[in-house]
């Protein structure tokens, strides 16, 4: 059994930042790519961010420049700096780990953006 636990989102206004975390703990042996997906209501879930157990990461081109993933391998934590947010980036933001090649999902957090 392997949890994700997100947090940080919120209400802010364009322009500004939100920081998102995302603690897995549980039956983990080892976690390979961790990442982030968005999802607004009638589309599909879209990939945000994504970084690798190596470090290598890699990013969707409308957050390129405004976002930064990164992690902390001892403590099985994600992180999602968000900067410069637009209101287009409103969405609940989901974070997903890959342990053991299966993929695990959080409960999703709410960001919204106002103009």
């Known amino acids: 059994q392997v949890q994700l636990v997100e947090s940080g989102g919120g209400l802010v206004q364009a322009g500004g930042s939100l920081r998102l975390s995302c603690a897995a703990s549980?039956?983990?042996?080892?976690?390979?790519?961790m990442a982030w997906y968005r999802q607004v209501p009638g589309k599909q879930r879209e990939l945000v961010a994504v970084?690798?157990?190596?470090?290598?990461?890699n990013y969707a081109d409308s957050v390129k420049g405004r976002f930064t993933i990164s992690r902390v391998y001892a403590k099985n934590t994600v992180y999602l700096q968000m900067n410069s947010l637009k209101p287009e980036d409103t969405a609940v933001y989901y974070c997903?780990?890959?342990?053991?090649?299966?993929?695990?999902w959080g409960q999703g957090t709410q960001v919204t953006v106002s103009s």
């Open positions: 970084i690798t157990s190596g470090g290598s990461t």
């Open positions: 997903n780990a890959d342990v053991a090649g299966l993929r695990h």
């Open positions: 549980g039956s983990i042996f080892s976690i390979n790519t």
